[in-house]
C-alpha cells in the first residue's frame, strides 16, 4: 500500500489520507477496522498513532468513533514483549469482533501491579493498536492497515533512558534483544503495509505528514 502519498512525492505520506484509506478498506474485525501501530520501543509509534487518530477524528461526514489501545497498558511490567497477548485477545479483539464492547485492568508502572479500575474499551468504528508486536502474525488476517515504524537501535535506547531514567538502561537493553529476536522471527516490517521513519531528516509537517522508509 501506497498510502497517503502527498507533496513531496512517495517519501512523504499525509495523515489524512491514510484515514481516509483506512475507512475505505474493508473492516475485519466483526465491523471494526483494526489498525496496528507496530514497531520497537523508543521508535515513535505512540507518536505516530495518536496523529493518526486524531486525523480519523478530523475526516469529514458524521463523527467516527475511534478507539485506543495501548499494549503498555495490558503489559506485566518489564516480561518478554508479546506476554500481554492472550489478555488482548480474551478482553478486547475477540469481544469486539463479535460486536461487544471489551475492557481491561491497566498495569501501573508506578506499583508494580495491575489497577483495580476497568478500562472501557466500547465498540468503535475504528480501533489504533498502538505497541510492541501489535500487527504480529496472529492478528494480520484481522487488520484492515499495518504499520511499523522503525528508528535507529542508540536512539530508541537514547529515547528510552531520556524518558525512563537512567537507571533503567539494563532493562531497556534487555527489552530491545527480545524485541529485536521477535521482529525477526516475525517478519514484521516485510509484512507491514506501510513502514515510518521514526527518525525522519526528510523537511515535512510533523502534524499532518509522515515520512515512509525508502528501499
Given amino acids: 500500500m501506497t498510502a497517503g502519498v502527498g507533496r513531496a512525492g512517495p517519501k512523504i505520506g499525509r495523515y489524512a489520507a491514510l484515514a481516509g484509506m483506512i475507512m475505505a478498506g474493508p473492516a475485519r474485525l466483526g465491523a471494526v ?35 485506543e489501545v495501548h499494549t503498555d497498558d495490558l503489559l506485566d511490567g518489564w516480561t518478554e514483549p508479546v506476554a500481554y497477548w492472550p489478555r488482548l485477545e480474551s478482553s478486547v479483539l475477540i469481544p ?39 500487527c504480529r502474525a496472529q492478528v494480520r488476517s484481522r487488520l484492515t492497515v499495518a504499520v511499523s515504524v522503525v528508528a535507529p537501535h542508540e536512539l530508541r535506547l537514547a529515547r528510552g533512558i531520556e524518558r525512563d531514567g537512567v537507571e533503567l538502561r539494563a532493562e531497556w537493553v534487555r527489552w530491545m534483544a527480545q524485541e529485536e529476536s521477535h521482529f525477526r522471527l516475525d517478519g514484521t516490517v516485510a509484512a507491514a503495509d506501510l513502514c515510518i521513519n521514526g527518525s525522519p531528516e526528510v523537511p515535512h509537517d510533523p502534524d499532518e505528514e509522515y515520512v515512509l522508509m525508502t528501499v
Fill in 33 to 67: 477496522r483494526l489498525v496496528a501501530v507496530d514497531g520497537p520501543a523508543g521508535s515513535g509509534k505512540t507518536t505516530f498513532a495518536s496523529r493518526l487518530v486524531a486525523a480519523l477524528r478530523s475526516l469529514p461526514g458524521p463523527p467516527l468513533n475511534v478507539g
Fill in 96 to 134: 469486539l469482533s463479535m460486536g461487544q464492547p471489551g475492557g481491561f485492568h491497566p498495569y501501573d508502572w508506578v506499583a508494580g501491579g495491575f489497577a483495580a479500575e476497568l478500562v472501557e474499551v466500547p465498540v468503535p468504528d475504528v480501533l489504533v493498536l498502538e505497541g510492541v508486536a501489535s
